[in-house]
């Protein structure tokens, strides 16, 4: 989505409104610093999005990478072949043991690469980002990209508010079973998420903000 000034000036509005009282609230003429935190928050999101949903064929291809490359270090060591006599810089080990610019030390720090890879993976990278329900084919959301725009948003909300932002996170229910956020920082957290992405739910962003 396009964000525009406009779009940020009722977001805030809508947040000094919950939090004022009979005086300004905590966004009152920061219209255009809530555009660019919306702005960035709605790029962390869609990036984290992006990054999920390729992150299970992500772990495959550098599984199978490491394999190649382990494969090919283990043939090097094992070869009869003296690369040395016909290019002396393919196999530095005459001169230093575990090169590290020869072709078996670059090729050690290759792997090394794929490992501290696969250690920055989540434990659980399966996850898709949406999944399709059998029962009603409704689409739900999940959690990467709402936390990665929670994560824009304390940033911003800290530096440009005295409010607190993850210790007031309740959700009131209302005499007729709406759901409305208690807190000016969750109803700001809804409304942005929501403008990303209208499947979030004021559950998701109070659970979103929660400390971890």
Aim: hydrophobic share 45%; glycine share 4%.
């Amino acid at each position: 989505m396009a964000f525009t000034l406009q779009d940020a000036e009722l977001i805030a509005e809508k947040v000094n409104l919950l939090a004022s009282a009979g005086s300004d609230g905590p966004l009152a003429g920061k219209e255009a610093k809530v555009l660019d935190a919306i702005r960035r928050a709605e790029l962390a999101h869609d990036a984290a999005l992006e990054l999920a949903t390729a992150l299970p064929g992500a772990k495959q291809d550098a599984i199978k990478l490491r394999k190649h490359l382990a494969a090919a270090l283990q043939a090097l060591n094992e070869t009869t072949i003296n690369l040395a006599a016909f290019d002396p810089v393919l196999d530095q080990s005459f001169q230093e043991t575990d090169a590290n610019s020869d072709l078996p030390g670059l090729l050690r720090r290759a792997i090394r690469a794929v490992d501290c890879f696969l250690g920055e993976l989540p434990a659980n990278d399966t996850r898709r980002i949406r999944s399709q329900s059998s029962s009603d084919n409704s689409v739900h959301p999940k959690t990467d990209g709402l936390k990665a725009l929670v994560a824009v948003l304390y940033d911003f909300w800290s530096e440009e508010t005295a409010l607190p932002f993850r210790e007031e996170i309740d959700v009131l229910v209302e005499g007729d079973g709406r759901k409305r956020a208690a807190s000016p920082a969750l109803l700001f957290v809804l409304e942005v998420a929501r403008s990303v992405d209208p499947a979030y739910t004021i559950e998701q962003c109070s659970n979103a903000m929660r400390p971890r």
